[in-house]
């Protein structure tokens, strides 16, 4: 299978701790994307880190790349119960239009 | 708004009746797909379209065709459904240019059900 694996699976927090996902991918890539899809409803694109860059944030997001180890972690800061959600990371590989998913880490953010 | 619009979002059919659900993006883009999502197995790509009249199948392409004669319009036919087929289903959007440093846009779902 292409697909990525993340891990953890799924991820029980207090709000206002930090959440950290990770994922692993096995091609080279052009660039990886994290996606977030609430409960049975359409994913939403959050980031994009190309395969140049090591490290990006947005807002209370940060992701860093390694593309030597092929990995990939999302950092969600102060989390708030409306964080909730799944957790998707997808790569893209340079010669292709194809986003390959990872199989998404559950995230419950506890108020 | 852009947007990605699917139709229709709950679906209940019998097997071996042909339906089609059908997608529509507003956004000009490329390449459009489809995508599965089943538990423990992630999303899954069953046919993607590079342009109008340009489609190739994805990763579970067996039991399900797709067309693209307009560039907004991507649908999705499943001729003879059959419960395995019983799935939530995305369509999704992008610009085109291989490896390009683009989102994707998802529609808001398609939750099919055959008995």
């Known amino acids: 299978s292409q697909q990525g694996e993340e891990d953890p699976q799924a991820l029980s927090i207090q709000e206002g701790e930090n959440a950290t996902m990770n994922c692993s991918y096995k091609t080279s890539i052009n660039n990886l994307q994290w996606y977030r899809q609430n409960s049975g409803r359409g994913l939403v694109h959050l980031i994009l880190?190309?395969?140049?860059?090591r490290e990006k944030h947005s807002g209370r997001l940060r992701v860093t790349l390694d593309t030597s180890k092929k990995s990939s972690s999302l950092l969600i800061t102060a989390s708030r119960a409306a964080d909730t959600a799944s957790y998707f990371c997808?790569?893209?590989?340079?010669?292709?239009?194809?986003?390959?998913f990872g199989s998404g880490t559950r995230l419950l953010v506890r108020p | 708004e852009a947007q990605v619009t699917q139709n229709p979002r709950y679906l209940i059919t019998v097997t071996g009746k042909k339906l089609t659900v059908t997608c529509s993006q507003n956004?000009?883009?490329?390449?459009m797909s489809w995508y599965r999502q089943d538990p423990g197995l992630g999303l899954r790509q069953i046919y993607y379209s590079m342009n109008v009249e340009v489609t190739d199948k994805g990763d579970v392409p067996e039991g399900y065709k797709v067309s693209r004669k307009e560039k907004r319009n991507f649908p999705l036919i499943l001729e003879s459904p059959s419960p395995n087929q019983t799935s939530l289903y995305f369509c999704a959007s992008s610009l085109g240019g291989t490896g390009s440093s683009t989102e994707a846009f998802f529609g808001q779902g398609t939750r099919l059900t055959v008995v």
């Open positions: 880190i190309r395969s140049n860059e």
């Open positions: 956004m000009n883009h490329e390449y």
């Open positions: 997808a790569s893209r590989m340079d010669s292709s239009y194809k986003l390959i």
